[in-house]
Nanobody
Framework: QAQLVESGGGLVQAGGSLRLSCAAS????????MGWYRQGSGKERELVAT???????NYADSVKGRFTISKDNAKNTVYLQMNALKLEDTAVYYC???????????????WGQGTLVTVSS
């Protein structure tokens, strides 16, 4: 089974930057969309940003202008560049993808294990 492996979380001061990476490893036929979600303490998981195979991008209003999502198709990897971080960006960030293992397969929902981003004052 293919999986998503995240990296890049950590502790950063408010106003600072971090870059998250998420690589899909294993045998995959096609990836429909990849993206990032986050879940703060005591909160529901929410969308941060997504990018489709065609390059269409969607951002949550709370991160527009500060976060940038990008992907490397050759590496099946998605990135999240986070700038001007705020205290309220503190959360576990989860990578997500929809993909097919073979032609005709249904779309599979896959989640990474999560990486913690802590923004301090």
């Amino acid at each position: 089974q293919a999986q998503l492996v995240e990296s890049g979380g950590g502790l950063v001061q408010a106003g600072g930057s971090l870059r998250l990476s998420c690589a899909a490893s294993g045998s995959i036929f096609s990836i429909n969309v990849m993206g990032w979600y986050r879940q703060g303490s005591g909160k529901e998981r929410e969308l941060v940003a997504t990018i489709t195979s065609g390059g269409s991008i969607n951002y949550a209003d709370s991160v527009k202008g500060r976060f940038t999502i990008s992907k490397d198709n050759a590496k099946n990897t998605v990135y999240l560049q986070m700038n001007a971080l705020k205290l309220e960006d503190t959360a576990v960030y989860y990578c997500h993808a929809n993909w097919r293992y073979y032609s005709g397969d249904y779309l599979r929902d896959v989640w990474g294990q999560g990486t913690l981003v802590t923004v301090s004052s």
